[in-house]
T-cell receptor, first 113, second 113 residues
Framework: LAKTTQPISMDSYEGQEVNITCSHN???????ITWYQQFPSQGPRFIIQ???TKVTNEVASLFIPADRKSSTLSLPRVSLSDTAVYYC??????????????FGQGTTLQVKP | NAGVTQTPKFQVLKTGQSMTLQCAQDMNHNSMYWYRQDPGMGLRLIYY???????DKGEVPNGYNVSRLNKREFSLRLESAAPSQTSVYFC????????????FGSGTRLTVV
């Protein structure tokens, strides 16, 4: 499984756009990039998944450059409730694979008023 | 409600006691996982089951055993609990290839004294 590197912590203010970048230099051809959000005392929650270019859903956008060695999670106009730990993971999520993911330390995002 | 159900939510054990953590999902997912999360840390994979009838070790399997009872249920057993196993345990499941990521349970908070 490809190792990921992301900042340990980030601060932002309400209403700002937040971009969290993740490095995954050893990503394999079949690997997908997935981001999760975790609040204290809760299990992680799936945010977004992508393979290449840009993916957008109602919560976030995921930008993946052509070489796929990094990715950026973009959270538009954050609020205090977006304060959480964000995990970037890389793994083969195809239907014939195990779907196994190894979590790193994640990025603790603190949104201030 | 559809999702991943873990029982119990809280448990205190004495060193050397045994117990089984239960996990069940009703989403027809094929793969299931057990993670542990120590305070201030990311999640570490204990065991996983890519399909009914198969189980494999993750990053930290020592001291644990698992059973994939059927497609819905995946249990984690501590045969002789140790204080180092004090942690929050999360069960997760996924339908690989579907593109929606893991669904996590709410966790079991285990303290071994």
């Amino acid at each position: 499984l490809a190792k990921t590197t992301q900042p340990i912590s980030m601060d932002s203010y309400e209403g700002q756009e937040v971009n969290i970048t993740c490095s995954h230099n050893n990503i394999a051809t079949n690997d997908y990039i997935t981001w999760y959000q975790q609040f204290p005392s809760q299990g992680p929650r799936f945010i977004i998944q992508g393979y290449k270019t840009k993916v957008t859903n109602e919560v976030a956008s995921l930008f993946i450059p052509a070489d796929r060695k990094s990715s950026t999670l973009s959270l538009p106009r954050v609020s205090l409730s977006d304060t959480a730990v964000y995990y970037c993971l890389v793994g083969d999520m195809g239907s014939s694979n195990t779907g196994k993911l190894i979590f790193g330390q994640g990025t603790t995002l603190q949104v201030k008023p | 409600n559809a999702g991943v159900t873990q029982t119990p939510k809280f448990q205190v054990l004495k060193t050397g006691q045994s117990m089984t953590l239960q996990c069940a999902q009703d989403m027809n997912h094929n793969s299931m996982y057990w993670y542990r999360q120590d305070p201030g840390m990311g999640l570490r994979l204990i065991y996983y089951s890519a399909s009914e009838g198969t189980t494999d070790k993750g990053e930290v399997p020592n001291g644990y055993n698992v059973s994939r009872l059927n497609k819905r249920e995946f249990s984690l057993r501590l045969e002789s609990a140790a204080p180092s196993q004090t942690s929050v345990y999360f069960c997760a499941s996924i339908l690989t290839g579907a593109g929606y990521g893991y669904t996590f349970g709410s966790g079991t908070r285990l303290t071994v004294v």
